[in-house]
């Protein structure tokens, strides 16, 4: 089973529904729909969806094959949302987890595929002030917290997304540079390490060291041509199915929003 995670940054722009601009470079063109085509992933994760359905026109609101699924953002439209498409049912789904203030922002999608479950999750952004970070550490905790409930219980999961934080300072190019920077807190970071300690593996790091591997870069001064990146957006299994692991890689080439794809490639 392939799975894609990607944060679009905007599902209309991506499609081509409204036209892109990078640069001077102005673009209709259907970009996600051409990436499910070439790569023709088994599940597509998206975050950063930023559109309603109403939004969204029939012809572009899921690939032909899929099963489409989304949930949007209660609070104010244009505004976060995520969405997933598979070319298997599940056997049930949800939209939150119990929580108001977090599934008002239509920030998760969860997915029982009875062997598995998939959490579609796009954590929240912390850099338009401390409140929003502490919102984004309470986040952390809460899915975790729902996540360890049913995990006790024998749930297998993949939690894959947006994360909104650098783990280490192998994943990010310039660490010293921002380690005052929400993205790369020390309290962020212990979050991921907290996801670590509770058996939750980076299926990532389990095929590559190296630093230089980054899934975000700023649209300013040309940061991705000269890799000055992040690495945000994880596949994270619990370690009953690292085994079943038989790849996880980034496609930095792929373009069409200011994150690129990760792909995870599991035996399940």
Known sequence: MKICSWNINGYRAITGQNPSKRYD??????????????????????????????????????????ISYYNTAKIKKGYSGVAVFTKYKPKFINFGIGIEKFDNEGRILELDFEDFVLMNVYFPNGTSGYDRVEYKLEFYDALFNYVEKYRKKGK???????????????????????ENKSGFLPEEREKIDRIVSLGYVDTFRMFCNEGGHYTWWSQRGSARERNVGWRIDYHFVTSDLIKMVKNSMIQPNVEGSDHCPIILEINL
Do not use: M, W
């Open 25 to 66: 470079k102005i673009s209709n063109e259907n970009k996600l729909f051409a990436f499910i085509e070439s790569n023709q992933p088994d599940i597509v994760c998206l975050q950063e969806i930023k559109a309603d359905l109403n939004q969204i026109s029939e012809d572009r609101k899921t690939y032909d094959g899929y």
């Open 156 to 178: 297998s999961y993949i939690i894959s997304g947006d994360y909104n934080t650098a783990h280490k300072e192998i994943d990010l190019a310039r660490p010293k540079e921002n």
